[in-house]
């Protein structure tokens, strides 16, 4: 069974960084590609991206395109969501899942706020 974890939410200033990670574990990670996707209060889910297997990004959305980078260790089983220039719009319950939809992590809240 796969499990996923995500890590590294918090409080960030407008203008800030934050990195989350979501550790793989149940199964082998090399056999999935990864997505990261959030959630607003009041707002529908909102794919981020994705990474496959060998590690090419796509499809990011336009809201975070320039500002996010995903990125994945496959020796260490984990995937990362680095965020630059941080708005307060990306406060959100951000969640890490399968590409196809799965698998998905409890979230991990980030808040960007003055």
């Known amino acids: 069974q796969v499990q996923l974890v995500e890590s590294g939410g918090g409080l960030v200033q407008p203008g800030g960084s934050l990195t989350l990670s979501c550790a793989f574990s149940g199964s082998t990670f090399t056999h999935y590609a990864m997505s990261w996707s959030r959630q607003a209060p009041g707002k529908e889910r909102e794919r981020v991206g994705t990474i496959t297997v060998s590690g090419v990004t796509l499809n990011y959305a336009d809201s975070v395109k320039g500002r996010f980078t995903i990125s994945r260790d496959n020796a260490k089983n984990t995937v990362y969501l680095q965020m630059n220039s941080l708005k307060p719009e990306d406060t959100a319950v951000y969640f890490c899942?399968?590409?196809?939809?799965?698998?998905w992590g409890q979230g991990t809240q980030v808040t960007v706020s003055s």
């Open positions: 899942h399968t590409r196809g939809g799965g698998y």
